[in-house]
């Protein structure tokens, strides 16, 4: 293994952004960062591009959040028919780019809302601006394994795309059973000299196209049936304890682990109680989305609705971004867009 102060070193540099933009690069400060790129973030996004506002949106994936991983959606207004979730997601982004809005691909690890200029921490650098909205949706885990936060951005990631190339010939794992797990361990295969694959249900890793890919890679070992139960080292990720469907464990030598496990409340460990919330972790807002701190607006899942779906979690971004754009431009009123 490497010196562990010059891998650690290595961790901490930060990879360029991607944008839809073929060579675009995030310009700061911005008017709207709006954390997170599901139907809240990307109608958000839409409008506050479309009024003129210079709009970044940081997201981890496409299939990231709930409508990324939803096979068939058949009930979206002016979408006739079925589509995957992931191509109306793409298309909501693409919309919001042709009007200015610069995508960007990353993960969020922190933010400071307290002062006027906003501060968003991510695996692709500090994005500030002057109003901040949040739409991370309800996917966030609240039980995390020992030594998976210990261990962030030390050798724990949520991102292959984002931190891929830290991990150039070593050996890494990836835990999850969904589709992006699936497609980041693809990702990692440019990189990493071997992959240790952990899926609890033999069904997620048998089905998709994506999945037989993998289980075709010869770099990728998978595990099956299997659960992350502690992740390990001193000053970086040295291992990985796991654990079989009878209880045995046992410990695996890797230099990275990406976690794509499921979520079970709102999205918002990031913020550190710096808003008000409930005691899930929803944000609270009020009528226009607005939340305890000014210029600091919440939009979709992150605000623990009953009522989970992409329709509405986009009128609130709607109403999110046009809020921001009185905020920013201290008007009386909310300027409507036609």
């Not at 780019?97 to 969020?108: I, P, R, T, Y």
């Given at each position: 293994m490497a010196d562990a102060s010059g891998e650690t070193a290595a961790l901490e540099q930060q990879p360029a952004p991607l944008s839809l933009e073929v060579g675009a690069e995030p310009a700061q400060p911005y008017d709207v960062v709006i954390v997170g790129g599901?139907?809240?973030?990307?109608?958000?996004?839409?409008?506050?591009?479309?009024?003129?506002?210079?709009?970044?949106?940081?997201?981890?994936?496409?299939?990231?959040?709930?409508?990324?991983?939803?096979?068939?959606?058949?009930?979206?207004?002016?979408?006739?028919?079925?589509?995957?979730g992931?191509?109306?997601?793409?298309?909501?982004?693409?919309?919001?780019?042709?009007?200015?809005?610069?995508?960007?691909?990353?993960?969020?690890?922190?933010?400071?809302?307290?002062?006027?200029?906003?501060?968003?921490?991510?695996?692709?650098?500090?994005?500030?601006?002057?109003?901040?909205?949040?739409?991370?949706?309800?996917?966030?885990?609240?039980?995390?394994?020992?030594?998976?936060?210990?261990?962030?951005?030390?050798?724990?990631?949520?991102?292959?795309?984002?931190?891929?190339?830290?991990?150039?010939?070593?050996?890494?794992?990836?835990?999850?059973?969904?589709?992006?797990?699936?497609?980041?361990?693809l990702v990692l295969a440019k990189f990493a000299s071997r992959i240790h694959v952990f899926v609890t249900s033999e069904r997620s890793a048998l089905d998709s196209p994506e999945w037989q890919e993998v289980r075709a890679n010869p770099i990728m070992t998978m595990h099956i049936g299997k659960r992350l139960r502690e992740v390990n080292g001193e000053a970086i990720v040295e291992g990985v304890v796991v654990s079989d469907r009878q209880g045995n464990r046992e410990t695996i030598p890797v230099s990275g682990v990406f976690i794509y496990l499921p979520g079970s409340g709102p999205s918002t460990e990031f913020l550190a109680g710096q808003?008000?919330?409930?005691?899930?972790?929803?944000?609270?807002?009020?009528?226009?989305?607005?939340?305890?701190?000014?210029?600091?607006?919440?939009?979709?899942?992150?605000?623990?609705?009953?009522?989970?779906?992409?329709?509405v979690a986009a009128s609130d971004g709607c109403v999110a971004a046009m809020a921001a754009e009185k905020f920013i431009r201290k008007r009386a009123r909310i300027t409507p867009q036609y």
């Open positions: 599901g139907p809240a973030g990307a109608t958000a996004a839409l409008y506050a591009a479309r009024g003129k506002l210079r709009t970044v949106v940081i997201d981890k994936a496409v299939s990231a959040g709930a409508l990324g991983v939803t096979s068939k959606i058949a009930n979206f207004p002016g979408v006739p028919g079925e589509m995957a992931a191509d109306l997601v793409r298309t909501m982004r693409e919309q919001a780019a042709s009007f200015g809005a610069e995508l960007v691909q990353a993960s969020v690890t922190g933010a400071d809302v307290s002062g006027e200029a906003k501060r968003v921490f991510t695996s692709a650098g500090v994005f500030s601006g002057r109003a901040v909205i949040i739409a991370t949706g309800s996917m966030g885990r609240k039980n995390k394994v020992p030594g998976e936060q210990e261990f962030l951005g030390r050798g724990v990631s949520y991102c292959a795309t984002c931190d891929g190339a830290f991990f150039q010939g070593r050996v890494v794992a990836v835990v999850g059973d969904g589709e992006e797990a699936a497609e980041e361990a808003v008000a919330m409930k005691e899930d972790g929803a944000l609270i807002v009020d009528e226009y989305m607005q939340t305890s701190v000014p210029g600091v607006f919440g939009a979709g899942d992150v605000r623990g609705k009953a009522i989970k779906q992409a329709v």
